[in-house]
């Protein structure tokens, strides 16, 4: 058996996790059916461990949102079989459009994990599109309170993206300046002072061409407008929040002194703002897109998944403009 041969993983061995890496893809240990001597797997170097769980999907799940129970069993599979014996810290980062129903499914994994010393983050994917471009996005499951109360205010960060630029089926402008007020209002009252942006690239997976197919009209501004847009949400942000530019949008930082930072998937001084005892830890990884003309400060780091044209399943929560999703246009009711 070739062990780069992950397609043979995958078809034999279901219950494996891919790992991504700097250098390339490596696989957990499952919890059974697997004799650990076929692979040998290198201790890691003492240190922090950052994992994104996870925007993506799996080979073994259903989908890239973790609001969903199969996700459960990675936690666990990873919790007991592999992270205890290989790292010294580890920083979890989930993604989800739908806090409350991942606290539903994981609240007492994540308490558990907390007495354990794993440090816990999320980044709260929150536009207000919802039916017909996000169609099983729904406002109950993106209710965050209990996620503040068990993960604290800091552990949470709110992202606006993308941010889609044109008009609806009837004609309107997408009414994000609308959207954007009411993430404000929430961010303010559960203490989030950070909100992660960036707009649709409507070329990019064929975006853009699902949407045109549902009567939306969308398409990437140029530099002034994606300027004069950041500027009219900035004008209803009050000072205490801070827009952190995803990727290309970092570009606008000279333009709102201190109000543009940027952005991170993973984010070192994030965990060690709510971890204090990270401080002294080295953390794995350096920035992923150095050398590319893009200062978007990610790290390398571990991703429980894999775009669904990777090979895995579609997402549950349907978002019609999804890069990392296949999902088909909605043609009405």
């Not at 599109?129 to 406002?139: A, F, Q, S």
Request: with cysteine.
């Amino acid at each position: 058996m070739n062990q780069n041969d992950y397609g043979w993983f995958e078809r034999n061995y279901p219950k494996f996790v891919r790992h991504q890496t700097k250098s390339g893809w490596r696989y957990f240990r499952p919890i059974s059916g697997y004799n650990s001597g076929q692979i040998r797997i290198e201790p890691a170097p003492p240190g922090v461990l950052m994992i994104d769980f996870t925007r993506r999907s799996g080979p073994e799940t259903v989908g890239s949102d973790p609001a969903n129970p199969s996700y459960a069993d990675i936690l666990r599979w990873h919790s007991w079989f592999d992270w205890r014996e290989r790292y010294e810290d580890i920083v979890l980062v989930f993604w989800t459009k739908s806090p409350q129903k991942v606290m539903s499914i994981y609240r007492p994994m994540i308490e558990y994990l907390q007495s354990q010393g794993v440090t816990f983050l999320m980044f709260v994917t929150r536009n207000g599109y919802y039916y017909p471009i996000e169609p099983y996005v729904t406002p109950q499951d993106q209710q965050l309170q209990e996620a503040v109360n068990v993960l604290g205010h800091t552990a949470i960060r709110y992202r606006f993206d993308p941010i889609i630029v044109g008009t609806q089926p009837d004609g309107s402008r997408i009414p994000n300046q609308d959207h954007w007020k009411q993430l404000i209002e929430e961010a303010e009252m559960y203490g989030i002072t950070r909100i992660v942006i960036n707009f649709l690239v409507p070329h990019y997976k064929g975006a853009g061409n699902k949407l045109s197919v549902m009567d939306y009209s969308v398409y990437e501004p140029e530099i002034d407008e994606k300027r004069d847009i950041l500027g009219e949400m900035l004008d209803v942000t009050p000072q205490h929040i801070t827009l952190q530019g995803c990727a290309e949008s970092y570009m606008f930082k000279d333009d709102f002194p201190g109000r543009i930072l940027p952005a991170a998937c993973t984010d070192p001084t994030w965990a060690m703002e709510v971890n204090p005892k990270l401080k002294d830890r080295q953390f794995h990884g350096s920035s992923s897109r150095s050398g590319k003309g893009i200062q978007c400060g990610c790290m390398y780091y571990s991703d429980l998944g894999i775009y669904e044209n990777m090979g895995s399943d579609p997402c549950e929560r349907g978002c019609v403009f999804c890069y990392a999703q296949s999902n088909p246009p909605i043609y009405g009711d």
